[in-house]
């Protein structure tokens, strides 16, 4: 349990640093485990803002969302931008760049499974 306790306390740590908070964009980590065995699965909340982007990006592992509320415009480098809606899921492929933005307003529910020890996000080029 303590290093449970310990891993909940470096998550939001790591989620800081690498992805700084964009304007307009909110991320609220609300579990933090360590399942499956060598990895790491974190969820968060993620709001963004009207007209906002959270910045490209790549994750080390599957990244899966779902909307809650608003649109959600995903931007996956060499495909078509696509666009969800309250009730929509959607996922990213590792190490792959993406972008996430609203045009009027989103609030997301996000679910990360990272190889333990990697850091969330990169920023991408």
Known sequence: MK???IASLAIP????SAIAQQPGIKRTVIRSID???GY???TA???VGAGSCSGRHTHP???SGFVI???FVLKVE???DETFAAGESFQTLPQIPHDGCSVSGAKLIDTWVIERGKPLASPAP
Do not use: C, S
């Open 69 to 71: 509320n608003g649109d």
């Open 45 to 47: 909340i993620v709001e």
């Open 13 to 16: 740590v790591i989620l800081a």
């Open 61 to 63: 592992g599957i990244d």
């Open 78 to 80: 060499g495909k078509p």
């Open 35 to 37: 399942f499956p065995p």
């Open 40 to 42: 790491t699965t974190v």
């Open 3 to 5: 290093v449970l306790a």
